[in-house]
């Protein structure tokens, strides 16, 4: 099995990628059979929309698989677990899966706590990336640059997020329903002054 970028990927030009620099917490690479996208540091609604862009972009594309890489993340907010299952949602959909690659215990206790690892497997056995990840990591690169989202997009993609989390259960629904409101009052304040 080969191992690098797709050279034929339509919808996303490799080229655009840059070698991986420490002013960007995420990395990412296209492999033979998924998508691999690494966080460094704390997984927040600063990195979330960067997540979102470069898995949306991917499943787009007709990836099946995204893995996400939590070894360097030194926790998540609410808004980067809603992103990622967001994420496994879209991604099951269509027949798909989000794996999540070496937590840590912290990190997994968060995705069980709120019931997401009902949503993605975490570090499955049989994931063909297994045995592999120094070799894949020594891979990835930056995405492209997109712009820093505004106030109002930073405020729907922090809607949507804990949307996500909120249809994920019961429970996460009553713990977020103010977050929704609030937002939700928030943008439709915004829409109205337009």
């Excluded at 980067?80 to 989000?98: H, I, P, V, W």
Aim: glycine share 10%.
């Amino acid at each position: 099995m080969e191992v690098g970028f797709y050279s034929d990927v339509s919808s996303l030009d490799v080229d655009a990628l840059s070698p991986v620099t420490s002013e960007c917490p995420i990395s990412v690479g296209i492999f033979d059979g998924f998508t691999w996208i690494r966080c460094e540091g704390k997984g927040s609604f600063m990195t979330s929309p960067l997540v979102k862009g470069f898995g949306d972009e991917r499943i787009l594309a007709g990836e099946n698989c995204v893995v996400v890489d939590l070894a360097a993340c030194s926790g998540m907010d609410s808004t980067f677990m809603g992103t990622l299952a967001g994420l496994a949602n879209r991604l099951g959909a269509r027949g798909g899966k989000l794996q999540i690659a070496e937590p840590g215990e912290r990190n997994r206790h968060s995705l069980e706590d709120l019931g997401l690892d009902f949503l993605m497997e975490i570090e499955p056995e049989d994931a063909e990336w297994r045995g592999r990840i120094g070799e894949l990591r020594r891979q990835l690169r930056n995405p492209r640059e997109v712009p820093k989202p505004g106030h109002t997009q930073r405020a729907h993609h922090v809607l949507e997020a804990h949307q996500e989390l909120s249809a994920a259960n019961d429970e996460n629904a009553r713990k977020f329903a103010n977050v929704v409101t609030l937002l939700e009052a928030e943008l439709a304040e915004k829409q109205e002054k337009r």
